[in-house]
C-alpha cells in the first residue's frame, strides 16, 4: 500500500506539501483540479501543472479526488451524453498524463453531510459530527447555510456556494429517480467510460454514501455491501472498483467493513481509514484515528486490508481539530498526521506477524 494524504491546493489548503512530506511514511497525495466544475473538460497542461507542482515536493499525485460527476449523468437527462463525452475526454488526458486512478461519488445533491463540524469533544477537541434529529427539521437550503457558515472561510469540497443558487432547481431534477433509476443512470455511465479507463489503465473508485443513508428523502444507492458487490458485479471490469472510506460506511453500526473488504477483494482501488463514535441511531461523531477512542476496530480493519492484498493509495481521514490548528473541518494536519502514524503501526505489526507466521509454516 502506499500511504498518502489528501491535500487541496496551494489556494485552498492550510497545510503544504512541504508539511505533508515530513509525515512519517507519506509518498504521495491525493488532490483535484481546482477551478473546475462537474462536467468541465479539463486541460491537459493544468492536469500536468498539478502534476508537476506535487512532484516538486517530492511526492507522487496517487490519485484523483475526485473528477465530479455532473448531474444529468446521475439523473440520466438528455444532456448525459455530453457530459460522459466531456468525462472521458478529461479521463484520457489525466491517463496521457499518467494518473491512474480516480475517485468520485454518485451521490445525489449533497456530497457527505454534517450537521456540526466542530462538536467540542471530551478531549478539548472539536470533531465533525451527525445527528439526524438536527437535519430532520431542517430543509436542503438552511443545511446548505449552516455547512457554509460552520466552515467559516474554507471551501468544502461539495459544499461550493454556487450550488447554493440552483438547489431548488436540484431537487426537482432529483423527483421520480428512485434507487433502480439511479443505479441504471450510474451503470449506463459507468459502461461509457469503462473502455476508456481499459485504454489508459485507470482505476475507477467509488466514494460510498456519507452518511450511509438517504438524506433529504434523496436516494442512496452505495451505502451497504450488497450494493457495493452489485455494482461491481453488474460492471465486472477490473477498473470499476471502489473507495472503501471506513468513516462513510461506518456511519451505519450494522455494516460490518472487514467482511465489506472480504467480499471487494481485488476491487478497492483506493482506501480511506479513520474512526468515528456511534452515539446513538442516526447519530455519530469523528474521533481519533485509534480503535479506543470511536466504534470501529481499526486492527481488523486494517488486517483485513491485509488479508486481501491491498495495495493501492491509502489515507487517514477526517482529523479532529487538535493543538490548536486552524484548517479546513477534519483537515488539518495534525490529526491526521497522528492517524498516518497509526496506521503504519497497525500495517508494519500485521505485515511482521503475518511474515513470521510464514516463516514458521
Ligand atoms: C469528504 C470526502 C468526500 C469525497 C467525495 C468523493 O471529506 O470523503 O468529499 O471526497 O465524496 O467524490
Not at 43 to 65: F, H
Amino acid at each position: 500500500m502506499q500511504i498518502t494524504m489528501r491535500w487541496f491546493g496551494t489556494s485552498y489548503d492550510s497545510v503544504t506539501l512541504a508539511q505533508i512530506r515530513q509525515v512519517p511514511g507519506i509518498t504521495g497525495v491525493i488532490t483535484t483540479l481546482y477551478g473546475t466544475k462537474p462536467g468541465d473538460v479539463w486541460e491537459r497542461e493544468a492536469i500536468a501543472a498539478m502534476k508537476a507542482e506535487v512532484e516538486a515536493a517530492g511526492l507522487s499525485l496517487a490519485g484523483i479526488e475526485s473528477v465530479n460527476v455532473h448531474d444529468a449523468i446521475k439523473t440520466g437527462e438528455p444532456e448525459r451524453d455530453t457530459y460522459i463525452d466531456h468525462y472521458i475526454t478529461t479521463l484520457s488526458r489525466l491517463g496521457e498524463v499518467g494518473i491512474s486512478l480516480v475517485c468520485y461519488n454518485f451521490m445525489a445533491i449533497f456530497d457527505w453531510t454534517r450537521s456540526d463540524l466542530a462538536k467540542q469533544r471530551s478531549d478539548g477537541s472539536t470533531a465533525m459530527s451527525y445527528d439526524q434529529r438536527i437535519i430532520d427539521p431542517m430543509d436542503p437550503e438552511a443545511l446548505f447555510k449552516a455547512m457554509q457558515a460552520q466552515a467559516q472561510q474554507y471551501s468544502l469540497a461539495g459544499w461550493e456556494p454556487e450550488r447554493l443558487s440552483h438547489i431548488k432547481r436540484l431537487f426537482e431534477r432529483y423527483q421520480g429517480i428512485d434507487e433502480e433509476q439511479l443505479f441504471a443512470n450510474l451503470t449506463y455511465f459507468l459502461k461509457a467510460i469503462i473502455p476508456t479507463c481499459e485504454q489508459y489503465g485507470i482505476n475507477m473508485a467509488i466514494h460510498p454514501d456519507d452518511p450511509a443513508w438517504p438524506v433529504f428523502g434523496l436516494p442512496r444507492i452505495i451505502s451497504r455491501k450488497e450494493q457495493l458487490v452489485r455494482l461491481i458485479t453488474t460492471v465486472d471490469n477490473p477498473y470499476n472498483g471502489v473507495t472503501l472510506c471506513t468513516g462513510s460506511l461506518g456511519t451505519n453500526p450494522h455494516n460490518d467493513i472487514p467482511d465489506i473488504i472480504t467480499a471487494l477483494k481485488g476491487r478497492i482501488h483506493c482506501a480511506h481509514v479513520r474512526n468515528l463514535r456511534h452515539n446513538g441511531p442516526g447519530n455519530f461523531e469523528e474521533c481519533a484515528h485509534l480503535s479506543a477512542d470511536g466504534s470501529l476496530d481499526m486492527f481488523a480493519i486494517m488486517k483485513a486490508l491485509y488479508a486481501i492484498g491491498f495495495d493501492g493509495p491509502i489515507r487517514p481521514d477526517h482529523g479532529r481539530a487538535i493543538w490548536g490548528e486552524q484548517a479546513m473541518p477534519g483537515y488539518g494536519l495534525y490529526d491526521r498526521a497522528l492517524g498516518v502514524c497509526y496506521l503504519n503501526g497497525l500495517w508494519e505489526g500485521i505485515t511482521k506477524m503475518s511474515h513470521n507466521a510464514s516463516n514458521k509454516a
